[in-house]
C-alpha cells in the first residue's frame, strides 16, 4: 500500500510574521486587478456580435481577437514571471495593470479591425503574467494548508471579471456604444493600477527572514528552477489544467453570440444571461477549491480525484445540454456544467505549488499559464471559430466538452506518480538546508 502524505507537509509555510488582516487586504486589491484584468479581455466577447455587423468580421476574425490576448499571455507569462520574482512583484503588477488598461481604451480608440486586433495585443502583453505573479503573492501571504481554496478563489476572480467585463461591457454597448464600453473597463483598471502601490509594499509581504532563507536556497539556483519540470506530476497537471480550460474558455468567449444567435437576444440580454453563467462558474471554481482543501487534509491525492470527477462531470453536463434543443432547461444545464468546468483551477494550482519550489513559485505558476492559454484559452475560441464558419457555433459548442475526458486521462497519470514526486522534492528540499550547515561545520 502506498504511503500518504497531509496537506499540511506539501509545500513550505511563507506566510510567517506577515499579519492575517494585512493578507487579507492584499488579496482583495490582487483580486481586484484580477478582476479589471479579466474585464478587459472579456469585455470584447460582449461587443462580438456589433463588431461582426459593423465590420463585417467571421468567426474566425473574432475568434482571433480573443485568442490573441490568450496567446501573448502564454508566451510571455513565463519571462515576464522570471522578471518579476527578480526584481519585485508590487512593481512588476502595477506596471502590468497600466499597460492592460491603456490598451484597452486603445481598443475603444480603434477604427478598423487591424487597429483593434494591435490593442488587444497590447492588451495581451500587459495580462501576460498577471495572474502568476499575482497568485504568488496571495500563495506567500497565506498558510500552506489554505492554498488550493486561496488558490481557487483568487482564479475566480477571473470568472468574476469575466462577469462583470460581459454584463457591464454588454450594457453599456447596447445604450451608449461598443467604445464606450472599452473606456468604461480602461478606467477602472486604471484606478486600481494608482492604488495599489499605496498599499501593497514589496517589505511587508516578503518579511527579511523569508528573503534570507530564499537567498540560502538560491545557492544552487538551478535546483528551484528544475522542479518546474522535473516531475511527471507537475507536468501532468499543466496539461491537464490547460485542456480543461479549453472547455471552460470557449463556453466563456462564445456564449453572448450564442444567445444572440439561438436566443434572438439583444446584445444587453445576451450579455447579462452569459455573466450569470459565467457567475457560476466562478462559484464553483471557489466551491470546489474549498471541497478540494477539506477532503485532502489527510490524503493529498484526493485533490487531483476531485479534479478528474470536475472534469468528467462538466464533459457530461455540458455535452448534454449542447444536444438538447434550446431552452430553460439547456441553460440549466450550461449553468451547472460551468459550476465544475473551471473547478480543476484550485487543484491543479496547489498541485504546482506543492510540486515546485517556494522560491520560484511565481515562475511556476506562469508555467501553469503558459499552459492553460496556449492549451486552452488561446486555442479553444480560435479552434471553435474556425469550425464554426463551416458547421455552425451551435454544432462546433457540441464538440468543445469532449476535450474534458483527454484533461481527466492526464490527471489520473497525474495522481500515479504524485506522492512518489512529492517525497523527491521534499528531500531535495531538506539536502539543500543541510548543505550550508554541514559546509560551515567542515569549511
Not at 120 to 142: D, I, N
Not at 218 to 244: D, F, N
Not at 308 to 335: N, T
Amino acid at each position: 500500500m502506498a504511503a500518504y502524505h497531509p496537506c499540511a507537509d506539501d509545500g513550505n509555510d511563507t506566510s510567517i510574521g506577515i499579519p492575517r488582516r494585512y493578507a487579507w487586504i492584499v488579496f482583495a486589491l490582487t483580486f481586484g486587478l484580477l478582476i479589471s484584468d479579466y474585464m478587459s479581455r472579456q469585455v470584447l466577447n460582449a461587443v462580438f456580435p456589433l463588431l461582426k455587423s459593423e465590420w463585417a468580421l467571421s468567426d474566425s476574425q473574432l475568434g482571433l481577437l480573443s485568442g490573441i490576448v490568450a496567446l501573448m499571455v502564454g508566451l510571455l507569462t513565463v519571462p515576464l514571471s522570471l522578471m518579476a520574482d527578480r526584481f519585485g512583484r508590487v512593481k512588476s503588477l502595477v506596471l502590468m495593470a497600466l499597460l492592460w488598461s491603456l490598451a484597452t481604451l486603445g481598443c475603444a480608440l480603434a477604427e478598423n479591425y487591424q487597429q483593434m486586433l494591435i490593442a488587444r495585443f497590447l492588451v495581451g502583453v500587459g495580462e501576460a503574467a498577471y495572474g502568476s505573479v499575482g497568485g504568488a503573492v496571495v500563495m506567500a501571504v497565506f498558510p500552506r494548508d489554505m492554498r488550493a481554496t486561496l488558490a481557487g478563489s483568487f482564479m475566480a476572480g477571473g470568472m468574476f471579471g469575466s462577469v462583470l467585463g460581459i454584463a457591464i461591457g454588454g450594457v453599456i454597448a447596447q445604450h451608449l456604444g461598443w467604445r464606450w464600453a472599452f473606456a468604461a473597463i480602461a478606467l477602472f483598471g486604471l484606478l486600481l493600477a494608482v492604488l495599489y502601490p499605496i498599499i501593497v509594499k514589496e517589505a511587508r509581504i516578503a518579511p527579511k527572514h523569508l528573503a534570507d532563507v530564499a537567498s540560502k536556497a538560491a545557492v544552487k539556483a538551478q535546483r528551484p528552477l528544475r522542479t518546474l519540470y522535473s516531475s511527471r506530476s507537475v507536468i501532468s497537471a499543466y496539461v491537464g489544467s490547460g485542456l480543461q480550460l479549453f472547455v471552460a474558455g470557449t463556453v466563456i468567449v462564445w456564449m453572448p453570440s450564442y444567445l444572440n444567435r439561438y436566443y434572438a437576444m439583444g446584445t444587453d440580454k445576451a450579455a447579462t444571461l452569459a455573466a450569470i453563467i459565467m457567475l457560476c462558474g466562478g462559484i464553483g471554481v471557489v466551491g470546489c477549491g474549498i471541497l478540494c482543501d477539506r477532503f485532502a487534509r489527510k490524503r493529498a491525492d484526493r485533490k487531483i480525484s476531485l479534479a478528474v470527477g470536475y472534469c468528467l462531470g462538466s464533459c457530461v453536463l455540458l455535452s448534454l445540454a449542447f444536444a438538447l434543443p434550446h431552452g430553460p432547461v439547456q441553460l440549466v444545464l450550461i449553468c451547472l456544467g460551468m459550476m465544475v468546468a473551471a473547478g480543476t483551477n484550485g487543484p491543479t494550482s496547489a498541485m504546482v505549488g506543492n510540486l515546485t519550489h517556494y522560491t520560484v513559485h511565481g515562475t511556476a505558476l506562469a508555467t501553469l499559464t503558459l499552459a492553460n492559454n496556449l492549451l486552452g484559452l488561446a486555442t479553444g475560441p480560435l479552434i471553435t471559430g474556425k469550425v464554426s464558419d463551416h458547421i455552425g457555433l451551435d454544432a462546433a459548442l457540441q464538440l468543445v466538452p469532449l476535450v474534458s475526458i483527454a484533461a481527466a486521462a492526464v490527471l489520473i497519470y497525474a495522481r500515479r506518480h504524485y506522492h512518489n514526486d512529492m517525497a523527491r522534492l521534499q528531500g531535495e528540499q531538506i539536502n539543500q538546508v543541510a548543505s550550508p550547515a554541514v559546509a560551515a561545520v567542515h569549511p
